[in-house]
């Protein structure tokens, strides 16, 4: 999973799955695209006007939680 800002056009892409098949964005909303092969598999999430999106919640920090290990990271994304 990699997940890449690119700040020129504030859009955040968050990769599941390396792109091995011909994939369909979908348009869920004004600010979500989804990359989806036939067979429903998500090979990545797009968002748009992402810098909002991603400083919205968790006062602008990137969180990973491993719940199997109980083991939190935050990442400051300003």
């Known amino acids: 999973m990699k997940l890449t800002y690119d700040s020129r056009y ?8 390396e792109k091995t098949a011909q994939v369909e964005t979908i348009r869920v909303s004004d600010a979500l695209n989804v990359d989806i092969a036939p067979d429903g598999t998500i090979y990545g999430i797009e968002l748009l006007n992402a810098k909002e999106q991603l400083l919205a919640q968790d006062q602008g920090l990137l969180v990973i939680e491993n719940k199997a290990l109980e083991k939190r990271e935050e990442i400051p994304l300003t």
Do not use: E, F, G, M
């Open 10 to 17: 504030n859009i955040a892409y968050l990769r599941l799955l």
